[in-house]
């Protein structure tokens, strides 16, 4: 479930899902140029500081879950 205020972050990072910058096969941060640019495209209005803010800890969060998914025998307790 998605809260409705929450609702303009999600859509962004679906929007820059395609943008994360890797190093050694692992991604290790969205490429922020390439979310600016899509921010702008979609009509966003810049500086978007907040929505922004919001968005790195989605960031964060996913990369998390992907280090933790990567990791055998992790204790997620």
Do not use: C, H
Not at 5 to 17: G, M, Q
Not at 31 to 53: C, H, N, T
């Amino acid at each position: 479930m998605v809260l409705p205020e929450n609702w303009p972050t999600l859509e962004l990072f679906l929007l820059v899902s395609t943008q994360w910058r890797a190093s050694g096969g692992q991604r290790i941060g969205l490429d922020y140029s390439a979310v600016l640019a899509a921010m702008r495209m979609e009509g966003i209005e810049l500086p978007a500081k907040e929505l922004f803010g919001q968005l790195r800890i989605l960031e964060d969060a996913a990369l998390q879950a992907w280090s933790e998914a990567a990791t055998p025998g992790l204790d997620r307790g």
